[in-house]
């Protein structure tokens, strides 16, 4: 069974930093693309970064390039979004993704783990 | 950026009936779209992909169409457990998807 685990979100002051982790199961790790994705609270899902399945090309939504900055390591199946300069903005739910391999949709999600940018 | 619009915002629905959504884009993104269902408190669910290809697992009373900029998300006959938010996205350029529609009891 695919299972993604994200964990790491917590409460940060603007200006801040916080590093996500999403512990992946159940499938080839390192075969897929992965994905984050945010929900701000009551709000729709927005993309913020992906990355290839050997971690050697990334991609960043415009309101998180420079800031964010998402890795992998296969040997520890384990995705990962290191964000800085946190704004209130930043305030989400942060999902991590699978990309299907047949498709370019996002066929398995993880629960999601919220981050909160308030001082 | 490609903008997907879906509407309505709200659709109110009988339990049995059937549901139309519809999702629509900026600009064509062939048949790069896909449709995700969203319960409160839970992760997004892939549904369809390529416009119209059901996901692992779901039900075939799910079913889509269309493609270059117009898109429709049809369930023929509401079970309970359908009521929930229903996203579009496309996948053609970048990745962006629509605001959603509540599906609601009526």
């Known amino acids: 069974e695919v299972q993604l685990v994200e964990s790491g979100g917590g409460l940060v002051q603007p200006g801040g930093s916080l590093r996500l982790s999403c512990a992946a199961s159940?499938?080839?790790?390192?075969?897929?693309?992965m994905h984050w994705v945010r929900q701000a609270p009551g709000k729709g899902l927005v993309w913020v970064s992906r990355?290839?399945?050997?971690?050697?090309?990334?991609s960043y939504a415009d309101s998180v390039k420079g800031r964010f900055t998402i890795s992998r390591d296969n040997a520890k199946n384990t995705l990962y979004l290191q964000m800085n300069s946190l704004r209130a903005e930043d305030t989400a739910v942060y999902y991590c993704?699978?990309?299907?391999?047949?498709?370019?949709?996002?066929?398995?999600w993880g629960q999601g783990t919220l981050v909160t940018v308030s001082s | 950026e490609i903008v997907m619009t879906q509407s309505p915002a709200t659709l109110s629905v009988s339990p049995g009936e059937r549901a139309t959504l519809s999702c629509r884009a900026s600009q064509s993104v062939s048949s790069n779209l896909a449709w995700y269902q969203q319960k409160p408190g839970q992760a997004p669910r892939l549904l369809i992909y390529?416009?119209?290809t059901r996901a692992t697992g779901i039900p075939a009373r799910f079913s889509g169409s269309g493609s270059g900029t117009e898109f429709t998300l049809t369930i023929s006959s509401l079970q309970s457990e359908d009521f929930a938010v229903y996203y579009c996205?496309?996948?053609?350029?970048?990745?962006?998807f629509g605001q959603g529609t509540k599906l609601e009891i009526k």
């Open positions: 996205q496309q996948y053609n350029n970048w990745y962006t």
């Open positions: 993704a699978r990309d299907s391999a047949t498709a370019d949709s996002f066929d398995y």
């Open positions: 159940g499938f080839t790790f390192s075969s897929y693309w």
């Open positions: 990355i290839n399945s050997d971690g050697s090309s990334t």
């Open positions: 390529g416009a119209s």
